[in-house]
């Protein structure tokens, strides 16, 4: 028999309908021949309302204590889900991520999967029994409970996957696939049958939500195909894969990330080590630094420029303020409503054209482009956060991603 690996996220698991709705479409994976290990999400809103309630008791809630709160979230849903098997004639069982034998280190709250120790499952599919694993959760040597970060049921179906070996991960949502943009700004968009990890990747880290982009870089290393489907209907979703693609637009998909801010030091003094003196102290602070652009400089001057997240400006500031007085740097600007439009597409490589076809999109459409980012297969902007839904829609009409 194969192993299908099936996750459904909180939505799909909302209330006890939708639970009896998952465990039918779980009993026709078997029927259909297959063994099946799912992987739950906390129900609903489950975890923002258990994160809330930590802070109503604490004002900087222990980080163990947090970790071991949220994994109940998963370990409802999946109790739920196997009662619920069990009660439509299927046999099933559920197991806490530490059950399930996933060992994480010990960074709490977004904890990072070390191994999986997988004899408890193997034997449990051997009696013929649907293994139900809360998702988002591990456990670390010394026993103590972790979360891997939010979103992170997705990682825990991908690791398993890989370790048991399945022929796909079907990961099933609210949402039907991946789109050629998100579609609530873009009504004319397209949902894909399929997207590289590669492509996947670049989505995921620049502005598309719909998949945890740690999932997505473990399916490309094991090489698990992972279908992005939704759990409400039947429709055929979107497989992302490492296989050959069918021939398409060389764009495959357009983002928009709204969550940028941009921190410009002006008039610093251009010497060896003061990128260095500026950018250790925020690595220091955890603030995490994205697009990084030193001008050329102009008689030993330059101006400095990164983004960070939103909720991060402030902090950034005061980190990079004191020693910007101390190089003798002008000073620090602030500026907290950006966005960042990408273009995304394995064909775009080796193909000349595509910057400046979308350059010229954002000029039609009285776009400014104030910093410009690349990778092989996307090219990104930074622009006014107030324009990134026109220049989402402008650039999907430019590379003709739109319905037929
Ligand atoms: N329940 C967790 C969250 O909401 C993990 C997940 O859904 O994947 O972030
Ligand atoms: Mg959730």
């Known amino acids: 028999m194969s192993l299908i690996v099936q996750k459904y996220g909180g939505t799909s698991v909302g209330d006890a309908d939708r639970i009896r709705n998952v465990a039918n479409r779980i009993i026709a994976t078997r029927k259909a021949g297959n063994d099946v290990v799912v992987v739950v999400s906390a129900m609903g809103d489950t975890t923002d309302d258990l994160i809330k309630l ?5 004002e900087k809630p222990s980080e163990r204590e947090l970790d071991v709160l949220l994994s109940t979230g998963e370990i409802v849903a999946s109790t739920l889900l196997a009662m619920s098997l069990k009660s439509l004639g299927c046999d099933a069982i559920s197991l806490s991520g530490a059950q399930a034998g996933i060992q994480t280190d010990a960074n709490h709250n977004k904890a990072k999967i070390l191994n999986i120790e997988p004899s408890r499952i193997v034997s449990e599919l051997k009696k013929g029994c649907v293994i139900i694993v809360a998702g988002f959760q591990g456990v670390t040597k010394e026993s103590d409970v972790t979360t891997l970060g939010r979103g992170g049921s997705d990682t825990t179906a991908v690791a398993l996957a890989a370790i048991l070996g399945a022929k796909v991960c ?3 949502t609210d949402v039907e696939g991946i789109y ?3 579609p609530r700004a873009v009504p004319e968009a397209t949902k894909l049958k399929e997207i590289s990890y590669d492509e996947m990747l670049e989505l995921a880290t620049y502005g598309s939500k ?9 399916g490309q290393i094991y090489n698990i195909p992972i279908l992005v489907a939704s759990s409400f209907n039947d429709h055929p979703g979107t497989l992302i894969h490492g296989g050959p693609m069918e021939i398409r637009n060389k764009v495959t998909a357009i983002t928009q990330d709204m969550d940028v801010a941009k921190i410009t030091i002006v008039g610093v003094p ?41 909720g991060d400006a402030e902090k950034a500031l005061r980190v990079v303020n004191p020693i910007a007085a101390k190089i003798g740097a002008r000073e620090c600007l602030a500026d907290t409503r950006l966005a960042k439009v990408s273009i995304i597409g394995c064909g775009m490589q080796n193909t000349p054209g ?3 076809t979308m350059f010229s999109t954002l000029y039609a459409a009285g776009v400014n482009i104030q910093l410009i980012t690349t990778s092989e297969i996307r090219i990104t902007v930074i622009i006014a956060e107030d324009k990134a839904k026109e220049a989402v829609r402008a650039l999907h009409k430019a590379f003709e991603l739109e319905k037929e």
Not at 54 to 58: D, G, L, P, R, T
Not at 210 to 218: G, I, K, Q, Y
Not at 288 to 297: C, F, K, L, M, R
């Open 54 to 58: 930590a802070y109503q008791v604490s």
């Open 180 to 182: 050629t943009a998100d």
């Open 170 to 172: 079907e990961r099933y």
């Open 210 to 218: 719909v998949m945890h982009p740690r999932a997505v870089e473990l």
């Open 354 to 356: 595509y910057a400046a």
């Open 270 to 310: 251009d010497k060896p080590g003061i990128a260095a003196s500026i950018f250790e102290p925020l690595a220091k602070a955890c603030v995490s630094v994205d697009t990084i652009v030193q001008n050329a400089s102009i008689k030993n001057i330059t101006d400095l420029t990164f983004t960070v997240a939103k």
